[in-house]
């Protein structure tokens, strides 16, 4: 684009959308007009955003009649599926945070560190990966790149906060002494269920298959073998991921250092004899992914550990969506 951008958030008044605005000024987005949409019961809330105050409308089919150039869906897959296309069709290039679409051979999903040209490749929809999802793969470029990859064994340890409002309310409850099981099929405090979304026919859950689907796609190998097992723990922010990973090539642990040095949007913590490693107070608030605790497995050939952890809300959702947007201004 040539001109700064006319942009909308939808689901502006939620926790991904909130955050979007809030990285956007963090990092000085550049845009033209704003515009902030939500479901009706927010409709009217003021936003303070870049210093002015904006009203939230209520989305409708009248509201992709405004000039706009970029919309950031933040809403759920449902007003995704609903409103998706219909903005893309009048030209605007959609951004989608929701699992509507990350599937669909004609929508690119995308994290910029890892795969940004694929974003280029659009139809006017571009898919934002599982959060779980955009931490791993961009753990695992720089290993793919250069060893090459043969097998992933995801897992994860999920924060409340991949639930949304809800499932920090969950916790905090639990914390107070209502302990009940709300958003979860069992109580979340002092607790870790490994349960993430549906239970499909196969025993995985829609989560675990999310990760392996998407990072097939991502990276470009359906055939690539992977397996997940995802657990939702009482953290309210920052997913953990144990990942172990067997390589084509055999490889040094000082050279996969270096490699991770350099790593775009990476942060090493790799220093057990200080107890320094990656950890979800220390990912918070931030938009990198921190990596650690690599080690070789010495179980299987050509075969390492590591430990990943990233702040969900911003990387994982937020800012990866504003980092695409940011390829086109």
Not at 32 to 59: A, D, M, P, Q
Request: hydrophobic letters at 40%; one cysteine or more; charged letters at 25%.
């Amino acid at each position: 684009m040539n001109k700064k951008p006319n942009i909308a958030v939808i689901g502006a008044t939620g926790l991904v959308g909130s955050t979007i605005l809030k990285v956007m000024e963090e990092l000085d987005f550049p845009f033209e007009k704003c515009y902030l949409f939500s479901s009706k019961r927010s409709e009217g809330t003021k936003v303070t955003f870049f210093n002015k105050e904006y009203r939230v409308e209520e989305l409708t089919e009248d509201s992709f009649n405004y000039p706009i150039d970029i919309a950031l869906f933040a809403a759920g897959g449902a007003t995704s599926l609903k409103y998706a296309k219909q903005a893309a069709s009048k030209g605007i290039l959609v951004i989608d945070n929701s699992s509507a679409f990350r599937m669909d051979k004609d929508v690119p999903l995308v994290v910029p560190e890892v795969n940004k040209e694929a974003a280029f490749t659009n139809k006017g929809i571009i898919a934002n990966p599982n959060c779980s999802t955009i931490q791993a793969v961009a753990a695992l470029k720089p290993l793919n790149d250069k060893y090459g990859i043969k097998r992933i064994v995801y897992s994860t340890y999920q924060a409340v906060s991949g639930s949304g409002l809800k499932g920090i309310k969950a916790l905090q409850g639990g914390i107070s002494g209502n302990n009940e099981k709300s958003c979860y099929p069992h109580p979340i405090f002092n607790n870790c269920i490994p349960h993430i979304d549906d239970f499909t026919e196969n025993g995985y859950t829609k989560e675990e298959l999310k990760m392996i689907n998407e990072t097939r796609k991502i990276l470009g190998d359906e055939t690539l073998k992977i397996t997940a097992t995802t657990v939702r723990v009482p953290v309210f922010d920052c997913h953990s991921e144990a990942l172990n990973v067997e390589l084509l090539e055999d490889f040094d642990l000082e050279d996969v250092k270096a490699l991770y040095k350099e790593a775009q949007g990476i942060k090493l913590v790799d220093d057990v004899e200080n107890n320094l490693y990656p950890l979800p107070l220390t990912a918070k608030g931030t938009d990198l992914v921190y990596v650690g605790r690599i080690r070789r497995d010495f179980s299987q050939e050509n075969t390492l550990n590591l430990w990943v952890v990233a702040d969900n809300i911003r990387k994982g959702a937020a800012t990866n969506a504003v980092q695409i947007a940011q390829l086109f201004v």
